[in-house]
């Protein structure tokens, strides 16, 4: 079975620029989670989807941040325009179940690393 | 807030056997993960705890205190392939739903 795919795996631009990041996740998980990673940190949640429904964002910069889930499917996420701090790596993650409802295991993408110069 | 602390960095040797601890906020909590996650990879599931207790998988065991809002991965018959950073997570319950919260990581490197 296949795991949640990501692309690109690497994007570097200027900043000002836009960018854009694409997760398919593991096939009949409802719930999809956008990560944002520095450095020797931990994983920190930027968005929560269940199905098409954003029910976490508030994590999510959104001045310069979207997101969306149109089909309830796969997913992108967008930065315009991208700043110096915005370097890191992005990752998306998937569950089977509603997080309203159940805990269940995450499991993650390889990541986007962005870098902006 | 909901920290969750675990050592920056070990280092141990190959065939050894290390402990790497993770304390954490207990309010709320559901259950804690062991993720492990190679430079440059996505963070891979290694284990659950639930319950109080020592949950083993191989080479791999993890344990859990709820009252004491501590856990360990014990990793056994270390090799070099065992480098890698390991994440302590936690899911708490909250508002509604269930939000894991990662540590941030402690960088494990396997020596000959």
């Known amino acids: 079975e296949a795991g949640v795919v990501q692309s690109p795996r690497y994007k570097i631009i200027e900043k000002k620029q836009p960018v854009a990041f694409w997760c398919n996740p593991i096939?009949?998980?409802?719930?999809l989670y956008w990560y944002l990673q520095n450095l020797g940190q931990g994983p920190e949640l930027l968005i929560r989807y269940e199905n098409e429904e954003a029910v976490d964002d508030s994590q999510l910069p959104k001045d310069r941040f979207s997101a969306e889930r149109l089909k309830g499917v796969d997913s992108t996420l967008k930065i315009q325009p991208a700043e110096l701090g915005d370097s890191a790596v992005y990752l998306c993650a998937s569950s089977l179940g509603f997080s309203n409802r159940v805990a269940d295991t995450q499991y993650f993408g390889p990541g986007t690393r962005l870098t902006v110069l | 807030g909901q920290n969750i602390d675990q050592p920056t960095e070990m280092t141990a040797t190959e065939g050894a056997i290390v402990q790497i601890n993770c304390t954490y906020q207990?309010?709320?909590?559901?259950?804690l993960f062991w993720y492990q996650q190679h430079a440059g990879e996505a963070p891979t599931f290694l284990s659950y705890n639930v319950l109080d207790g020592l949950e083993e998988k191989g080479r791999f065991s993890s344990f859990l205190s709820r009252s004491k809002g501590y856990s360990y991965l014990l990793l056994k018959e270390l090799q070099m392939k065992d480098s890698a950073s390991y994440l302590c997570a936690v899911i708490y319950s909250g508002a509604g739903s269930y939000q894991l919260t990662f540590g941030k990581g402690t960088k494990l490197s396997v020596i000959p």
């Open positions: 207990t309010s709320g909590f559901n259950r």
């Open positions: 096939s009949g998980h409802n719930t």
